[in-house]
C-alpha cells in the first residue's frame, strides 16, 4: 500500500487567485497522477508527473493553468492558477503501487472552493 | 479500455450479494480491469483486479467471461458501509496507464 497526504485539505479562495497543492507519499514512486472531481461527478485525469521529466497533460488541461512540479519521487505539487468558480472541485493525487503494479491509492483530495 | 458503461446507481438490502456489471467493449489485450470503492470526501480505494475468469479476495470478487468485454463485481452479504460509488477502470501494461474513469456506481444499501 501506500500512504498520501495532501495539503491543503479544504480551502476557499478568491477569483483570478491561485492555490498550490501538496502531495506527499511515504515512499519513492516513479509516476504520481493528478485528477479532479467536480461534485457529484467521476474523476477526470488532469496530468501524469514523472520525476525529472515535463508532467504529461489529458486533453482540456494545459500547464499555464496548471503548472505541477514533481522534484523528487516522493513529493509533488498542483497549482491552479487564475482561479475561476468552476476551478471549485475536488483535486486528488494518485500513485500506483502493488505487487501487480495496477493498484492506484489516492490521497484524500483537496476541497477547493472559488468566490 | 478507454471507455466504461456502469449502471448509475443500484439499491440493495442489508445482507444480499450485489453484482455490478462494467462494459468495456474496446478492452485491449493487454488491459486488467480494476474496481475501486469511493465514500463522500474520500479518495478512491483499490478494491480488487483481474485480468481473466475469477478473481477472490477478501472482500468481493470479480468475474471476467471469456471475451472480456464486460466485468462484474460481486459484493457478498452487503451492509450498510458498502454505501458508496464503485467505479471500474483499465490498466494497459506497466508504463502505459489508460486512467479513464467512468460514471461510476452508486450503490446504496438499505436496512
Known amino acids: 500500500s501506500a500512504v498520501i497526504s495532501q495539503k491543503p485539505s479544504r480551502d476557499i479562495c478568491q477569483r483570478g487567485t491561485s492555490l498550490t497543492i501538496q502531495c506527499q507519499v511515504d515512499?519513492?514512486?516513479?509516476?504520481m497522477f493528478w485528477y479532479r472531481q467536480q461534485p457529484g461527478q467521476s474523476l477526470t485525469l488532469i496530468a501524469t508527473?514523472?520525476?525529472?521529466?515535463?508532467?504529461?497533460?489529458e486533453s482540456g488541461f494545459v500547464i499555464d493553468k496548471f503548472p505541477i512540479s514533481r522534484p523528487n519521487l516522493t513529493f509533488s505539487t498542483l497549482t491552479v492558477s487564475n482561479m475561476s468558480p468552476e476551478d471549485s472541485s475536488i483535486y486528488l493525487c494518485?500513485?500506483?503501487?502493488?505487487?501487480?503494479?495496477?493498484?492506484?491509492?489516492f490521497g484524500p483530495g483537496t476541497r477547493l472552493t472559488v468566490l | 479500455l478507454a471507455k466504461t458503461t456502469q449502471p448509475i446507481s443500484m439499491d440493495s438490502y442489508e445482507g444480499q450479494e450485489v453484482n455490478i456489471t462494467c462494459s468495456h467493449n474496446?478492452?485491449?489485450?493487454?488491459?486488467?480491469i480494476t474496481w475501486y470503492q469511493q465514500f463522500p470526501s474520500q479518495g478512491p480505494r483499490f478494491i480488487i483486479q483481474?485480468?481473466?475468469t475469477k478473481v477472490t479476495n477478501e472482500v468481493a470478487s470479480l468475474f471476467i467471461p471469456a471475451d472480456r468485454k464486460s466485468s462484474t463485481l460481486s459484493l457478498p452479504r452487503v451492509s450498510l458501509s458498502d454505501t458508496a460509488v464503485y467505479y471500474c477502470?483499465?490498466?494497459?501494461?506497466?508504463?502505459?496507464?489508460?486512467?479513464?474513469f467512468g460514471k461510476g456506481t452508486k450503490l446504496s444499501v438499505i436496512p
Open positions: 494518485s500513485v500506483v503501487r502493488g505487487s501487480s503494479g495496477h493498484e492506484q491509492f
Open positions: 508527473a514523472n520525476q525529472g521529466s515535463e508532467a504529461t497533460y
Open positions: 515512499s519513492q514512486v516513479t509516476m
Open positions: 477502470l483499465g490498466y494497459s501494461g506497466a508504463g502505459s496507464y489508460q486512467l479513464t
Open positions: 483481474g485480468y481473466k
Open positions: 474496446n478492452i485491449a489485450t493487454n488491459d486488467y
